[in-house]
C-alpha cells in the first residue's frame, strides 16, 4: 500500500514537533519545512499539504498560492492563530480547508483524512479480519457479514489500527497505551482495559468468545487475520 506523503509548514518547532511524530505515527509520511521558500521544490510526490499561515519570509497565503499553480490538484489546509473571517475567506479562496489554532491533533489528523477522501487520493486495499474488512486510509470498518460499517470512536479506531499494523504480532498493554495515547502506561491502570472491552462489542461476533481480539494472559493482546 503506498503511503500518503504530507508537506506540512510549520516555522514553531514545538507545534511542528508535535504534529509531525503524531502524523507519522498514524502512518503518514511527513515533509517538514520551517519556511516556505522551498516548498514547491519538496511538493513533489506529496499528496496533500498544511500551511502555517503566520510563516517568516513568504507568508502561508503566498505559499499556499503558488503550490495551487504548481500542482492544482493537491489538496492544502491552512493552519492559522487568526480567527477573523476576512482571514478565512481569503485563504479558502485558494486552499481547500483552514483550521484555527489551537487545535488537537486529532482533529487535524480528520480533516486531512476528509480532504484526501475527496480528491480521491486515498483509496485502499482493504485487510481482511475474520468477519471483518478493514480500511485504514479511508477510515472505515466493515462487517462483511451483514455488510454494515462499523462505527468506531477515535480512541478505538486507533487502538484497532495499531494492532493492525502490527497483525498477528502479540503486544503488550504497554506497548498499545503508549502508542495511542503518547503518555507512560502505569500498573494497574484500566484505561486500555475498558476501550478493549468496549471494542470488541463492536467488532466481535460474540463479544464473550473473541475471535478478532486474542487476550494474551500476563502479556497483552494480539490480532489475527
Known amino acids: 500500500m503506498k503511503t500518503t506523503t504530507l508537506l506540512y509548514v510549520e516555522d514553531d518547532p514545538e507545534i511542528g514537533t508535535l504534529v509531525s511524530r503524531y502524523l507519522r505515527e498514524r502512518g503518514f509520511e511527513v515533509k517538514w519545512l520551517r519556511s516556505g521558500e522551498d516548498a514547491g521544490a519538496f511538493a513533489e510526490g ?47 479562496e485558494f486552499a481547500d480547508d483552514y483550521l484555527t489554532k489551537p487545535f488537537h491533533p486529532e482533529e487535524l489528523e480528520a480533516r486531512i483524512r476528509v480532504l484526501l477522501r475527496r480528491f480521491g487520493t486515498f483509496a485502499s486495499e482493504p485487510v481482511a479480519i475474520k468477519h471483518l474488512l478493514f480500511y485504514e486510509n479511508e477510515n472505515r470498518l466493515v462487517n462483511r457479514d451483514t455488510g454494515e460499517e462499523i462505527v468506531l470512536t477515535g480512541k478505538q479506531f ?35 482495559m475498558v476501550h478493549i472491552r468496549h471494542l470488541r462489542e463492536k467488532v466481535e461476533r460474540d463479544p464473550n468468545v473473541p475471535e478478532v481480539i486474542e487476550t494474551v494472559r500476563g502479556i497483552g493482546y494480539r490480532v489475527r487475520a
Open 158 to 192: 486507533q487502538i484497532f489500527t495499531y494492532m493492525v499494523r502490527h497483525l498477528g504480532q502479540i503486544l503488550t498493554k504497554e506497548q498499545i497505551f503508549e502508542a495511542v495515547w503518547g503518555e507512560p502506561y502505569l500498573e494497574g491502570d484500566k484505561t486500555l
Open 46 to 92: 506529496c499528496d496533500l499539504a498544511v500551511l502555517d499561515i503566520m510563516l517568516p519570509g513568504l507568508d502561508g497565503f503566498t505559499v499556499g498560492r503558488r503550490l495551487k499553480k504548481l500542482a492544482p490538484q493537491m489538496p492544502i489546509l491552512l493552519l492559522s492563530a487568526r480567527t477573523s473571517i476576512d482571514d478565512k475567506l481569503q485563504g479558502l
